[in-house]
């Protein structure tokens, strides 16, 4: 039990004696301790401070989060957790009942119980879960703008009934949600009473809003300007905390995904509600009225983007009447343009009210998200009007009484009765407590054909002049003689009643006098078709689709629509029929002065207001009572696993023997209960030691499936790897089979062709023998080659290597595409001036370098012309032997110049088929020449591949280019290389920048 705090009792079943006197005693001890909340059992009794408390934080949040009702101090968000808890739990679909006057605290409690649901879900932070919850938590900052008012009670008071069910994914993630709204106090638009203020938006709008904000819509910030907002001085509020909530508002919508154009839609309706409201009218010399200033009506047209201003001075100061395909056009007195105006001003606002709640469900809706799936489990949180009882109360305050009287009727079946009920159900010895039943003052106000809105529907139904006054003489009729209803017909003595106007009825909560005036006007809610086409023609689309019934034809009779009472009613049943189809769970808060003090606590308020709520009654039920009780089958499915004799199944019997022997091993049948189907568990300290134990063995058991079910996904998973490897060998092997006999098929003459298969294009290989057609590739192109070497003879392969080197360097197989010609389809002799006939003293020269340098052979000889760092050209032999590069003399063939081979470092040629070669030197003194050899022949190649050849392993760099960069004297020079058709012989030109080559 809520054992956990010196001040006061954290539980009221822990009272000695159950008497008034010390259940107010208690809540006053608690309450000047700043303890505001109080338990009977799991209903929860909340104060409200009217002072802000630091008890709503994270290190709060997290001493309740998944703790049981019992274990921590009593607060809201144990509630809360409940309610989560029981959902995820046993898949069951919940609800938070919040109840009490105005003024006691209802709509922060529901906006507590919000912020504790989006605080503990959502553990992985998945965005569109982070969404849901935002959308979910800002939604209240729009529906308290636009549908909560300043009252004598509360200064934030809800004017409207509100019920959100939050829809939840199988990990207890909130996915979505839907608000339904009830009965906006819509009256409120056009009259409040003294002292009180008109809705919050109104205020935001014109304290709140930028001035270029408020020129566009022609308005200023001075509230007295404007007629429906000036009827009471009290509770000015400071301009810079509107700001705030404007700023605040604006950001929710757009947050919640209201288009830009649609926002500007919101205010423009709100600016001309407060328009509306200045609009004056007098009457005309003959009949009908007139509007008095024009600029106003201008700027309502604007606003409302009519099709036209006529019509909509038409649509105020007259209405069409058809009937029986005729159509009359009927002009108003002062009086009823005056009325029809400030229906209007109604219709306009409370549309704009439902079109918010639509698009606001828009966006919450569940069915949007990947996550929702159409049996998701539910929370709902309703948050909904409280008794109310005012100086003059009318219609409104009728409607919101009898939802009051529904929700206590509710709570006595739920909590009272059928506990009750149960108990002699399941034959469990149980002493009868007595408890006020407000069955008869529901059945007062809602009974088909004998209630109060029964009475009022066949007012509003009559033909002809039906008044208020008559209303009230048929209600003193029909209901003399009840004993919760009178007037001052009925009950001449009681002079708290005025004659033909007032009538009280005898609530749970308290007797209201109520004044019969405007009844009958405020339920049949009448708004004439003429506002309704007049809007749906509006060039704005979202004002269009607000008011769709403006479709229908002028000459068309449209049916009575239902009276607000009547919808009121069925929306009332709807709702207690939901809440009857979840698990409740209840929050009673309670107003401990009128004041709105944090100090005061006046004893006799708040001793009528537990006397109305019955908790005195629910104290004594929860003491005598239980608290827990569950089917057999149910509890013992979920606490089996606790006891051995249970695990993992029970075969001694029933459920009922399971549960038994269960409780029996874990020493628990003291404290238990049996029914005929249920069990009963008296202490909740009981409760929390069987989910201790159960928590205790949960990891145990999910370890035990995790395995088992990773063991058979594991072996299923190896079986199917076996069974893949297997289809995947004989696969392959089909695969080979079937390529290979397509290679057969298309080499099968290779070998007898001139190509040897060359010009045959090799098979593409299945994507799984990807990696072995090329091998059988690469063995075709070996084989190929072999085919081709084998024809040539020993002595020229040498010659055909250099040749494929030549071709790597300088040919086609050069970088950048080398030469067009480089002496491929010609013999390869290397030594071409041993061929020429030279004279002796050439060969004494190659004599003596053999004999001096130790040289074998000569591999490479050819005249050349050759160019020094003078810019001068002459006729020079080019000698290469396996050491060294000679440049001889060309006429005594002595050695006039001699490099090492290791100091060659590269080799440029042009493109084409200039003979010009440029071998590059360590040293920088390149030698540039061109070589002498017949006509039609190229021997750049040779020379290219001679050197490449000699150089064997050492760097060799060749650049094919008709610019060659070199160096002669150690100085830089660049090449250009240049066909001249004009000249016969190759010659050297001096350049800017070095030589320029031409050849014939």
């Known amino acids: 039990m809520a054992l956990h705090t010196n001040v006061g009792l954290g539980d009221f079943i822990l009272m000695e004696k159950i008497t008034m006197e010390e259940f107010v005693k208690n809540l006053k001890l608690r309450h000047e301790a700043r303890q505001i909340y109080t338990y009977i059992g799991d209903v929860c009794v909340s104060v409200n401070p009217y002072t802000t408390l630091d008890i709503y934080g994270m290190d709060i949040v997290n001493q309740y989060k998944g703790r049981e009702i019992f274990e921590r101090p009593p607060h809201i968000f144990a509630i809360a957790d409940a309610a989560y808890k029981s959902m995820r739990r046993n898949g069951k679909d919940t609800c938070i009942v919040i109840s009490g006057e105005s003024g006691s605290g209802k709509t922060e409690a529901s906006k507590v119980i919000m912020r504790y649901i989006a605080r503990v879900t959502n553990v992985a932070q998945q965005d569109e879960i982070e969404r849901v919850k935002d959308v979910l938590l800002q939604s209240n900052d729009i529906l308290e703008a636009f549908g909560n008012a300043q009252t004598n009670r509360n200064d934030n008071s809800s004017r409207f009934g509100k019920y959100m069910d939050i829809n939840f994914d199988f990990k207890g993630d909130p996915i979505g949600g839907h608000i339904n709204n009830y009965l906006l106090e819509k009256s409120r638009v056009v009259q409040q009473q003294e002292g009180e203020r008109n809705f919050h938006a109104f205020y935001q709008l014109l304290q709140g809003a930028p001035e270029a904000e408020l020129k566009k819509l022609h308005l200023s910030r001075n509230l007295s300007e404007f007629n429906y907002v000036n009827q009471t001085q009290k509770g000015k509020s400071d301009p810079s905390s509107r700001r705030q909530d404007y700023t605040r508002v604006v950001a929710a919508l757009k947050r919640l995904g209201f288009p830009q154009e649609a926002t500007e839609s919101v205010w423009k309706v709100l600016a001309s509600v407060l328009h509306l409201g200045n609009l004056q009218f007098e009457a005309k010399e003959n009949e009908g009225t007139e509007i008095v200033d024009k600029k106003a009506l201008s700027k309502l047209g604007s606003l409302l983007e009519v099709s036209s201003l006529q019509e909509l001075e038409e649509s105020l100061t007259g209405r069409v009447i058809a009937a029986h395909g005729d159509v ?60 109310e009882i005012f100086g003059k109360n009318s219609f409104e305050q009728f409607c919101i009484n009898y939802c009051n009287e529904k929700l206590q009727q509710l709570f006595i079946e739920l909590v009272l009765q059928q506990e009750q009920e149960e108990y002699l159900r399941e034959g469990i010895q149980w002493e009868h407590i007595d408890y006020f039943n407000n069955f008869i003052i529901c059945q007062l106000v809602d009974q088909s054909h004998k209630g109060v809105i029964a009475i009022l529907d066949e007012a509003c139904l009559n033909v002809g002049k039906v008044t208020d006054i008559m209303l009230l003489e048929e209600m003193d009729r029909k209901l003399k003689g009840h004993k919760h209803y009178s007037s001052r017909r009925t009950d001449p003595m009681n002079k708290m009643l005025s004659h033909s106007e007032d009538f009280q009825i005898k609530h749970y909560a308290g007797d209201v006098v109520y004044t019969i005036t405007g009844f009958i006007e405020k339920n049949r809610d009448t708004l004439f078709q003429d506002f309704k086409r007049l809007l749906f023609n509006s060039k704005n689309s979202t004002m269009k689709l607000m008011w769709p019934e403006g479709a229908e034809h002028i000459s068309k009779t449209t049916k009575r629509p239902l009276t607000a009472g009547t919808l009121f009613k069925n929306s009332m049943l709807a709702l207690m029929k939901t809440i009857h189809s979840k698990e409740p769970h209840y929050v009673r808060c309670i107003k401990p002065n009128d004041a709105k003090s944090p100090v005061l606590f006046d004893k006799k308020l708040v001793e009528h207001q537990v006397a109305y709520l019955g908790l005195l009654e629910n104290v004594r039920v929860r003491r005598a009572g239980f608290a827990y009780r569950q089917e057999y089958w149910r509890f013992l499915r979920r606490y089996k696993m606790i006891s051995q004799f249970t695990w993992p199944n029970f075969h001694g019997g029933d459920a009922e023997e399971g549960t038994r022997v269960l409780l029996e091993d874990r020493k628990f049948l003291k404290d238990v209960t049996f029914g005929k189907t249920k069990i009963f568990v008296r202490s909740p300290s009981t409760l929390f030691e069987l989910e201790k134990a159960r928590s205790q063995l949960i990891p145990g058991i999910v370890i035990f499936l995790q395995k088992m079910c990773r063991g ?72 190929r080659g072999y085919m081709v070497i084998k024809k040539v003879p020993p002595e020229d392969r040498d010659m055909l290597k250099r040749k494929l080197l030549a071709w790597e360097l300088v040919g086609a197989g050069a970088g950048n595409g080398g030469r067009q010609n480089w002496g491929l389809n010609r013999r390869w002799y290397g030594d071409y001036l041993s061929q020429e006939n030279m004279d002796a003293e050439y060969s004494s020269t190659v004599q003596d370098i053999r004999t001096k340098d130790g040289v074998n052979n000569v591999i490479f000889s050819s005249k050349m012309l050759k160019i020094n760092k003078f810019k001068k ?24 110049r001699g490099e090492n081979l290791s100091d060659v470092v590269g080799l440029s040629c042009g493109t084409k088929d200039d003979q010009l070669f440029v071998i590059h030197m ?55 290389i240049q066909q001249d058709p004009t000249s016969n012989m190759p010659s050297f030109k001096k350049s800017k920048t070095g030589f320029m080559f031409t050849y014939p």
């Open 922 to 976: 360590k040293d920088k003194n390149d030698l540039v020449a061109c070589l002498t050899c017949p006509e039609g022949q190229d021997w750049v190649g040779e020379l290219t591949a001679v050197l490449a050849t000699a150089k064997n392993n050492e760097p060799f760099k060749v650049k094919v280019s008709d610019e060659i960069h070199c160096y002669m004297g150690s100085k830089s020079q660049t090449i250009f």
């Open 712 to 783: 058979t996904l594991a072996r299923k998973q190896y079986k199917r790897m076996v069974a893949a490897r297997l289809i995947w060998g004989k696969y392959r092997k089909y695969k080979m089979r079937t390529y290979v006999n397509t290679l057969q098929k298309t080499f099968k003459n290779c070998k007898s062709m001139k190509d040897y298969g060359a010009s045959l294009a090799f098979p593409d290989p299945p994507k799984a023998l990807r990696e072995t057609g090329r091998k059988f590739e690469s063995m075709f192109m070996r084989w």
């Open 328 to 387: 009359v056009r009927k002009l108003h007195n002062v009086d009823d343009a005056r009325r029809a105006r400030d229906a209007f001003a109604k219709a306009l606002y409370d549309r704009l009210f439902t079109w918010i709640v639509a698009q606001v469900n828009s966006a919450i809706d569940p069915s949007t998200t990947d996550a929702y799936v159409p049996n998701s489990t539910v929370i709902g949180v309703l948050d909904i009007y409280g008794f």
């Open 873 to 896: 050209t002459s006729d020079r032999l080019l000698l290469i032997s396996e050491k060294k590069i000679y440049k001889l003399d060309d006429k005594k063939s002595k050695v006039m």
